[in-house]
């Protein structure tokens, strides 16, 4: 089965936007008034749970010492915390502090030259999404993906596999006719175990991860102007950067000759064409 659409996670992998979202959370826990400051290597931990509100419930439960009515009060409290974590970030984001990481426009714009769909499943909500996809590629931003599985339209969210079953739903595919992009050991294990073949670029805040499962792991998809050190020659066969080709012939190599000599040897004599 040859690959239909490209599967994008967004935070980490279209763009490095962790710190932003940091900054936002500590803007909302200020605002609210609650001593809380996550700093980089706390957050880097914190990262491991996916999704922002069950990151502040776990946080909540970790906790010591909180009477119990001060723990309902703050359990209480997580939906509008973090709508208000939301309006920071998208804001920043809108101002344009986070840029697409390199090669993420380049490559969004080879598959679609190639007749390739564009999709994405993230784990971050849909303002969040719309928010970075306009102010980083513009109006065409929201136009480029056929599919957006986001936020809360799945209630188990990565690793499981939920956002990608989802976005593969939503395109009508197989998961051996799409290939996943993805920063983090939760989204490549979400992708993988929803079938795809998956293309890891971890960031800051995920490299040293378990990446074994992934088809391809790289620093970043690359640029002709800012090409991928020790590249082609390492991962990489074509260039400095992944070009779509490349993703294609390692996504899906053809069969080799003796693989498909094997498929007749293994048919019944007169069954050749
Ligand atoms: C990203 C997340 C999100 C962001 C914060 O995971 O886990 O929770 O960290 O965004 P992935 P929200 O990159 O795997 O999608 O606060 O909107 O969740
Ligand atoms: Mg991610």
Aim: aromatic share 8%; charged share 20%; proline share 7%.
């Amino acid at each position: 089965m040859s690959i239909h659409a490209l599967v994008f996670d967004v935070d980490g992998t279209m763009a490095d936007t962790e710190e932003a979202h940091r900054t936002a959370f500590n803007l909302a826990f200020e605002r609210y008034r609650l001593g809380w400051v996550w700093g980089r290597a706390e957050y880097r931990e914190l990262l491991k749970v996916t999704g922002g509100k069950e990151r502040i419930y776990h946080y909540i439960r970790s906790l010591t010492p909180v009477g119990p009515t001060e723990y309902k009060r703050l359990l209480a409290l997580v939906p509008d915390l973090h709508a208000e974590k939301t309006r920071f970030y998208s804001s920043v984001v809108s101002d344009g502090a986070v840029p697409l990481r390199s090669g993420v426009e380049r490559f969004l714009d080879e598959a679609l030259a190639a007749g390739c769909r564009l999709a994405i499943a993230s784990t971050t909500t849909a303002v969040n999404i719309d928010a970075l996809l306009q102010t980083t590629l513009g109006a065409r931003g929201l136009e480029m993906f056929s599919v957006i599985a986001c936020g809360d339209q799945v209630r188990n969210k990565k690793p499981a596999p939920d956002i990608y079953q989802l976005a593969l739903h939503h395109l009508g595919l197989h998961p051996e006719q799409a290939v996943a992009f993805e920063d983090s050991p939760n989204g490549m294990r979400a992708a993988v175990a929803a079938g795809l073949w998956t293309v890891v670029t971890p960031t800051f805040w995920t490299e040293g991860g378990d990446f074994s499962a992934a088809g391809l792991v790289l620093p970043e998809l690359g640029d002709p102007a800012v090409p991928l050190p020790g590249e082609p020659g390492g991962s990489l066969t074509s260039a400095g950067w992944l070009t779509f080709e490349e993703l294609m012939r390692k996504a899906r190599p053809e069969p080799t000759p003796s693989e498909v000599s094997a498929l007749y040897d293994s048919k019944p004599t007169g069954s050749r064409p």
